[in-house]
């Protein structure tokens, strides 16, 4: 056996190799059993509304609400003036005695409870950390002021059924019942109609989800309108009526239906809207329609609309009108946008797909987007089809539209969606130019807002409950699909890799569980769209791999079109189609709030001892020299020359001079030949097999930090320079969550263990990751001390400017408004 400075393992601890691993002593179990314990107590009881697979059950059943809607377009008076019919179809078992309508146009009211609960810290004001006190922005008083300049909420009129009988209704904030004249029973259906007005938003001032926007310079509007009707409220299997109101953040939670909508706007304007336009010749010129034919087989987006042609036709208002009708077939909402102001281009895009192997792709926005958004929109439409659809199922209607509607930001609608993402233009010269973030902030902005048109638009999951299955589900998809636009995009800020953007967030401490209401979530961000977003991407490519992932998460999408999933559904989904139990991940990153790191500690080498004493001993011997060294006191006394009495008087020498404790005695021969024989064949076998091979033998421990289980992927490096990847399942930790040890035999020796060294598992804490530790490199700048103390005698000197001048151009961070203590 060669020895190589390792310590020596004898093959008689070969019984400690099973127990060593978990209860070595040292670890406490911590709560392993409850991380790894199953779901069941947790989720809903499954049945045969929504099977224990996850997937819809035999009496799977969901509402539906038909509506035609006529809407004039007040541009003088920011005003829709609207007549309104809703079918309800009761699909369920149950019989209802009224029914129930969201007016989300309610929030904006005076006595809304989403108003009178804002805390201030939402209203656009901060307490200042280092002790200024209290501060509030210009744009929190722009609002408060544009909620004093006019009324919101909806004005609506008598409601009748289809027999012109008035029903009683009572509003009940952002809600209203509607008392019906008698019970609608399962698999009947009734109709409402009811006329209704509404003052619509300055989206800027107010901030919303739709509104006009005004452009200064040229003195404009474009308006693009959502939650802007009654729709029928949500009545499910799992909560029965959807009562929770809107109090902005959460959601909207929605039935699907046809839509018949006819919108009446100036006869200058071009609308862009859910559905498919019915009368292009009313309100196309034939240029526009050729062209649209021409988009529909184009290699590159074609302009319906010139930039030339949008920026003449903005120039003068009209008093006529022209009413654009569309329908729309099986979708969970309506929103459309107008302005004289548009450019609008569009392309065809084919897919693979007999229901529907045809969808236009097309993008309006005003001059103030260009050059970028005729660059990148209807490309960056069309590319989140071609990525979503192999990810789900193909597109599943006609159209598929961005539009231009504010500076940041966006919003998602069936067939449509408002996307912001401008350059900015130099206030001196003119000039216009972008940054990376905007670029890249516009591609990023439309995939995401597309692909809300597959989630939660056709998977139709609760937004109103559960933030994170729309958002978190859609931001993973977003992620692969901009890795799939262009290497190195930048995808979470500077960061290209989801996981790197998340370890902060994860180790922060006010945090709440992914599985938290909307309306409770803190960093929300974070919380409903990364963090999700990074545990898929732990899911797919380090815990199932993309062929198990890819499936099981394509059956949950297919499983669920146009049907409404519950987090349930997704995780016994996931679970179901792809034979791994993820329970103890659905814990860790959705219930829990811990984060992942985890040390690799100590590395501890052996090889097997041959037991045979002539080997052996001279080895101990080195050993023994090597960890314990002679008393440093000793090593100075001979530096002085200091001479010991045994060196004065050889005569005290006797047996235990001449041999140290590592001389072979005969004793030690005869126990090491009565050990051979007493070992059974397969023993001796194995033996002389270990001690041949000279493998090496690891202990490696590792010390969860973060209390996150998770799988450890290693790059363990050899001494011959070679390296190899190595994965540890999760479920290393279901006996100890806090501390394992884990046994590595290996024909050549190890020189360092790395974990996470390709970032895949979101590590917290990287200094922690490797044995043996690495210095850490970078280069430091010397800095110069400031004086910044104010001097009043100096400031005095200085000249009256007539002139104000500008300072920071382009900074989007909130200006403050100078607050003074209000006077006695
Ligand atoms: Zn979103």
Redesign the pocket.
């Known amino acids: 056996m060669k020895y190589a400075s390792a310590a020596l393992l004898g093959l008689f601890l070969a019984a400690a190799f099973t127990t060593a691993d978990a209860n070595n002593g040292k670890g406490i179990p911590g709560d392993a059993d409850l991380r790894f314990a199953q779901l069941e107590t947790l989720l809903p009881t499954a049945g045969t509304t929504r099977t224990a697979s996850g997937a819809p059950g035999a009496q799977y059943w969901q509402q539906r609400a038909d509506y035609r809607i006529k809407v004039k377009l007040d541009e003088q008076r920011h005003r829709l003036i609207a007549s309104q019919s809703i079918t309800y179809m009761n699909r369920s078992p149950d019989t209802l005695a009224y029914i129930w309508l969201q007016l989300d146009q309610n929030i904006f009211k005076d006595d809304s409870i989403s108003r009178r609960s804002e805390v201030a810290a939402n209203s656009g004001t901060r307490r200042d950390s280092v002790g200024k006190g209290d501060s509030l922005s210009f744009a929190a008083m722009r609002r408060h002021q544009a909620f004093q300049d006019r009324e919101y909420g909806y004005e609506i009129g008598p409601v009748s059924d289809a027999a012109g009988r008035v029903l009683r209704t009572t509003v009940n904030d952002t809600m209203m019942r509607i008392d019906l004249p008698q019970p609608l029973r399962p698999g009947t259906s009734i109709e409402i109609r009811f006329d209704w007005e509404a003052n619509i938003v300055n989206e800027a001032a107010i901030g919303a989800r739709g509104g006009y926007e005004y452009f200064e310079d040229s003195d404009t509007y474009q308006y693009f309108v959502a939650q802007w009707f009654p729709r029928l409220v949500a009545y499910t299997d799992y909560t029965g009526w959807q009562h929770k109101q809107f109090l902005g953040r959460g959601e909207f939670t929605l039935e699907f239906g046809d839509y018949d909508i006819e919108l009446t706007v100036p006869a200058d304007h071009i609308v862009a809207s859910t559905g498919e336009l019915q009368n292009p010749e009313a309100v196309l010129t034939a240029t526009q329609r050729e062209r649209l034919k021409r988009a529909a087989t184009a290699k590159s987006p074609v302009f319906i609309v010139t930039p030339e042609e949008a920026k003449a036709n903005e120039k003068e208002g009209t008093d006529r009108t022209r009413t654009w009708r569309f329908k729309a077939q099986n979708v969970r909402d309506f929103a459309w946008a107008s302005s004289r102001k548009y450019i609008w281009d569009a392309m065809g895009y084919r897919q693979n797909d007999a229901a529907r192997p045809f969808v236009m792709a097309m993008s309006f926005y005003p001059n103030e987007g260009e050059p970028i958004w005729s660059k990148y929109s209807t490309h960056s439409v069309i590319h989140t089809m071609e990525v979503y659809s192999r990810l789900s199922f193909p597109y599943p209607y006609p159209v598929a539209i961005s539009v231009n509607s504010w500076e940041r930001g966006?919003?998602?609608y069936p067939m449509i969606t408002f996307n912001g993402y401008r350059p900015t233009a130099d206030e001196k010269t003119g000039k216009l130019t972008y940054s990376r973030n905007t670029k890249y902030g516009l591609i990023g902005v439309i995939i995401?807002?597309v692909?809300?048109i597959y989630f939660p638009m056709v998977v139709n999951s609760d937004e109103r409950q559960w933030t994170w299955m729309?958002?978190g589900l859609?931001?993973f998809l977003e992620y692969i699909a901009e890795l799939e636009w262009e290497e190195k995009f930048p995808a979470f800020g500077d960061k290209t890799n989801v996981l790197d953007a998340i370890t902060t967030y994860m180790q922060s401490s006010d945090q709440v569980p992914i599985m938290t209401n909307s309306e409770s979530i803190v960093q929300f961000g974070p919380n409903a769209?990364s963090k999700p977003a990074a545990a898929l991407s732990v899911l797919r490519e380090v815990v199932m791999g993309r062929e198990l992932f890819d499936h099981a998460f394509r059956e949950y999408a297919n499983r669920w079109k146009f049907k409404r999933p519950t987090p349930a559904d997704f995780f016994r989904t996931m679970e179901d189609a792809s034979g791994v139990d993820l329970d103890w991940f659905w814990r860790g990153w959705f219930y829990g709030t811990d984060h992942v790191d985890v040390a690799v500690g100590d590395i501890r080498e052996y090889q097997v001892s041959s037991q045979d004493p002539d080997v052996e001993f001279p080895l101990k011997r080195a050993e023994y020299a090597r960890d314990w060294p002679d008393s440093y006191s000793q090593k100075l006394n001979k530096a002085e020359g200091r001479s010991t009495r045994l060196d004065r008087y050889p005569e005290l020498k006797d047996f235990y001079n001449e041999n140290d404790p590592f001389v072979v005695t005969n004793k030690d021969r005869n126990e090491y030949r009565e050990f051979l024989e007493k070992l059974k064949p397969w023993e001796k076998a194995t033996f002389e097999r270990a001690v041949k091979a000279g493998e090496f033998v690891y202990f490696v421990d590792f010390q969860n930090v973060g209390g996150l289980v998770t799988p450890l992927p290693l790059t363990i490096s050899y001494a011959d320079g070679s390296s190899e990847e190595y994965l540890i399942p999760a479920e290393v930790w279901r006996y100890n969550a806090v501390e394992v040890t884990k046994l590595f035999i290996r024909d050549k020796r190890i020189t360092s263990i790395e974990l996470d060294r390709n970032h895949l598992i979101a590590d917290a804490d990287k200094t922690n990751n490797v044995t043996p530790r690495r210095i850490a490199q970078s280069r430091v700048e010397l800095f110069r001390a400031k004086d910044s103390g104010r001097n009043q005698m100096l400031d005095a000197l200085a000249e009256l400017k007539t002139k104000g001048k500008s300072g920071d151009e382009g900074k989007a961070e909130e200006k403050a408004l100078p607050l003074a203590p209000a006077q006695p």
Do not use: F, L, V
């Open positions: 966006g919003m998602e995401h807002e692909g809300h729309d958002e859609n931001t769209y």
